[in-house]
């Protein structure tokens, strides 16, 4: 079943590698429900998010992270898309790439060896590939970050800490990006936050039952999955588009059926 569920995850990736125009919603939109989403779970998450003209922009200052149309962060002014998504920078929080390289805080990526699918399902199985999250911001960047509660930090940032099982929970449930170190940050009282959900798949859902076909019961894995499922119909309509509503309420009819 473990074989299946990663040659699963593995095809879904493909084909909207091959089809991005099969994109369930456009990268803006995204972005936003899925903040909405991590919020609805009690998530870490930028605290606001906004359309803007590329003018207003280039005044909002470096508080603010600017995405293009594709999704992708873009820190060159220059190469600004006439309109952009401004993403609140999180205060006092940097990513976990950020503490692996300047404070050699490291979560124990790749997985450990022989890791049984059970505890690292969670680690958004819709993407085969958890890429290393290359973006490495410049000195400066996270200037307000600091490490107050260094034990604690140490533990959010583990690959099986519960807080970063949850945050994989959530972001399979929306099927969007990996949680790679470049998507979570940690701030310096060790709370974790999850970003960058601008590229959400477009799945039939099959991945569901596979994922907890593999993970047991009792496990870290499973509580953070069911605690996805005690979303309810009223925050899947505060939290999505129109357009993708009955994508998202069969998709956590599954998974509440999966989780009793
Ligand atoms: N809200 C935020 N607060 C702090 N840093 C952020 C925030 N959003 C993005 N970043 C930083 O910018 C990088 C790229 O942003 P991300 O949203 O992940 O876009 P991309 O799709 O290009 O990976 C992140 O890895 C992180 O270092
Ligand atoms: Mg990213």
Redesign the pocket.
Known sequence: MKAALLNKAREIEKANHEAPQTRLMEPFAA?IAGARLMRALGIG??PELKVVSRWDAERLGSKW?L?NPD?????DVAALAPEVLA????PG???L??LAERHDIRSTYPWPRGADLDQRCAFHVTRATIEA?????PDG??ADFEPKRLPRIRAAAQWNSFEQLGICAARLFLAC?AAHI??I?CDGAGRL?S??H??CDLTDGSEIDLLFESVARGTKSFQALARVAELTDADVLAIFPSEVLAHYAARLRRWKRAVI
């Open positions: 972005e998450t930028s992270i995405k999704g992708k962060a873009c820190f993403v609140r920078k999180i929080a940097a990513s790439r950020w999250g290359k973006f490495l911001p960047f996270y990006g470049g998507n940050l936050y970003i960058d601008a590229d």
